[in-house]
């Protein structure tokens, strides 16, 4: 009941280095895990550790607007970089950011395209890093859940040269309420990233620590994975199936073997903000691509969720979005 | 087990809200509530929010360290305002540093001091924040547990232009590792706190604050504070006691009716740092003021926390102490 370390509970980040070793194949031990209150911490507290006001900082676009947000508290100057099917554009980012301090990227599966980083563009953005002496932020937010082929290894595991801050979270896994997250820091890191988890939140809530850190021990956590991953793939399978009969020349669904949700790219010229209306005002809750852009994105998409909903719900959902966005078609 | 609102629980906000009302004369409505992980997490977002790096914040001298490292960590030049027996001196704040954005202040229980700050000192500071446009940021760290006369009413509950921002936490009435705190905003702030909530952590964790709403709702805080505070002026009672036969001539005990740690004086000329060693050879536990100041404090003092100890160890701590404290004069 005491204050903890602010770095969390010892069983705990003693549970987690082992499981990113076997799972992810992050190169960590320990001490290098600190716990955080879920990966916004965790990109706080980098962002304020690795920069000064205004540094520069590459960010994937389109991307994640919560790291947008905590690169920007932190003053940094942002530089969007393109991400293709190949996850984000590295020579794109050195052309335009050569001097950046860090780089934010998501390589396991982009958010929210979905592609994985390719290995000549992990490769490319070590090298960079390491010449640049610059961070890369890897955000690990949703690696756990890949339905098809191996899982994938970690940036963070490649990197020889201590230049990748791995980022993790509880929140998809487990529940988002709980909280709770992980950095993993470079060794030459550990203090400065110790010192302001203390400044910005004093100490861990040690009850859910010691809980998750049993959870995991006990066999639980690796088994509930398994369980969610076979049923979140049965749930893409439904989308897909029903996809198939409904949305053909409406929306093109991009395969992804990985993730919680899917992105349906809409016909040329179809505006995404005025299909996520469309579909809301079918009560379809889903997500405009351009509302994670900086720049124009050449043709529109929707972003949808469908881990959280029961087969017979998400053939509904198809079917309203499919009367949705008929409705739009006619009037382009 | 979703993500919950980055301000936390409403029924918790509502059951914090009206509980500030009754015992410590706060006003605020539930949306003015805003809960952190502990008043750390709160100090680090209202210094992010209301400064820019550069502006100037007065700082208590003797103060809180954690304080002190918040402001720093959000680019603010630090202005130490010495403390005295009516707490804080406004008057000495203005010469030095008439200018600043924001005060951070203790007035319940000046922390490491334990004196109460003035009713004309704190007429005094609102006055120079309303003129100055400066804020304040109340700390209230400790205000449950007054064992002698009325309960203080709170800075923030005398201020009529919303220039207070009070912060509490849960850390010390109930316990350090639940990680629980809250900030009262002034109405204008409550939008820019909520998206400094959001950006820092994102969200709260639901299950604990559904936990504390029902502790409260249901009548078990208000009995447990009842509880504590009667166990703690027993406490402090004992540690008196013990000290008038042991520790005459070596420590000068100031009186204290609230919180939970006690200031004990040293003679003049005896240094607190090598105090607190020898009484750490000794096995007593305790901190040096000046680990606590900026400028050299006229006297030596160590602080002397009692709540967390039975009497029979209390005792021992005291005789061990006035032990250590006697080899140290025997050498002055």
Not at 67 to 90: F, Q, S, T, W, Y
Not at 298 to 313: F, H
Not at 317 to 332: E, H
């Given at each position: 009941m005491r204050y903890g370390q602010p770095a969390g509970y010892r069983p705990l980040r003693e549970a987690i280095a082992a499981y990113l070793g076997a799972v992810r194949a992050v190169h960590c031990v320990p001490d290098q895990v600190i716990m955080v209150s879920?990966?916004?911490?965790?990109?706080?507290?980098?962002?304020?550790?690795?920069?000064?006001?205004?540094?520069?900082?590459?960010?994937?676009?389109?991307?994640?607007?919560?790291?947008?947000?905590?690169?920007?508290?932190?003053?940094?100057?942002?530089?969007?970089?393109?991400?293709?099917?190949?996850?984000?554009?590295?020579?794109?980012?050195?052309r335009r950011g050569n001097n950046a301090r860090v780089a934010y990227v998501t390589p396991s599966h982009q958010f929210p395209l979905g592609t994985t980083l390719s290995l000549s563009r992990r490769l490319a953005l070590l090298k960079w890093a390491s010449k640049a002496k610059a961070w890369i932020l890897e955000d690990d937010y949703d690696g756990e859940f890949r339905y098809a082929g191996r899982p994938l290894a970690s940036l963070q595991g490649l990197d020889g040269e201590g230049r990748v801050i791995y980022i993790g979270t509880f929140s998809k896994v487990l529940f988002p309420s709980l909280r709770l997250g992980y950095i993993i820091a470079p060794m030459d890191l550990i203090d400065a990233f110790v010192k302001a988890r203390a400044i910005v939140t004093h100490a861990s809530s040690l009850m859910e620590h010691a809980i998750v850190a049993d959870f995991i021990n006990e066999g639980h956590f690796a088994r509930h994975i398994r369980t969610m991953r076979t049923l979140y793939a049965e749930r893409q399978a439904v989308v897909r199936e029903e996809a198939k009969t409904e949305l053909g020349g409406l929306l093109d669904l991009q395969s992804d073997e990985a993730g919680m949700d899917l992105i349906g790219w809409l016909p040329p010229g179809v505006d995404d903000r005025v299909a996520f209306r469309q579909a809301a005002a079918h009560g379809v809750e889903v997500t405009p691509l351009?509302?994670?852009?900086?720049?124009?994105?050449?043709?529109?998409?929707?972003?949808?969720?469908?881990?959280?909903?029961?087969?017979?719900?998400?053939?509904?959902?198809?079917?309203?979005?499919?009367?949705?966005?008929?409705?739009?078609?006619?009037?382009?």
């Open positions: 879920g990966s916004q911490q965790g990109l706080d507290i980098a962002a304020r550790v690795l920069l000064d006001p205004g540094d520069a900082a590459w960010i994937e676009d389109p991307g994640f607007h919560g790291a947008r947000a905590a690169l920007l508290a932190a003053g940094a100057k942002l530089i969007p970089v393109p991400v293709d099917r190949e996850g984000v554009d590295v020579e794109a980012g050195i351009s509302a994670y852009s900086f720049e124009r994105q050449k043709r529109g998409a929707l972003r949808l969720g469908y881990t959280g909903y029961k087969p017979t719900e998400l053939r509904q959902g198809v079917r309203d979005l499919a009367m949705a966005l008929r409705g739009l078609k006619s009037r382009v």
